[in-house]
């Protein structure tokens, strides 16, 4: 019922070889700067993102001030 197949067990001990050899790349100085230098990629990207947001978020703040001033004009002169 328990039984272990030979296929699991070398699915098993690949497993195990690829993750003492994915600690050991990791491990280098090559590797570890590659992985910096994505992370760094990643944070500028991040950051310009947020800015077009912001800039997107204060646009869309300004028009629909806009259109409440227009609204509230608009009433002023209906009601006159």
């Known amino acids: ?8 067990a070398l699915i ?3 497993g ?3 993750g003492a050899l994915g600690a ?7 590797v570890r700067n590659l992985a910096v230098q994505a ?3 990643g944070m500028r990207a991040k950051a310009g993102y947020e800015d077009i947001v912001e800039q997107a978020k204060a646009e869309a703040d300004d028009i629909v001030a ?12 209906a009601a006159e």
Do not use: R, W
């Open 24 to 30: 050991q790349i990791l491990k280098s100085d090559c």
């Open 1 to 8: 019922m328990f039984a272990v197949s030979k296929t699991h």
């Open 66 to 77: 806009e259109a409440g001033y227009l609204n509230s004009k608009e009433t002023e002169t």
């Open 16 to 18: 195990v070889l690829a």
């Open 39 to 41: 992370v760094a990629a």
């Open 12 to 14: 098993a001990g690949a």
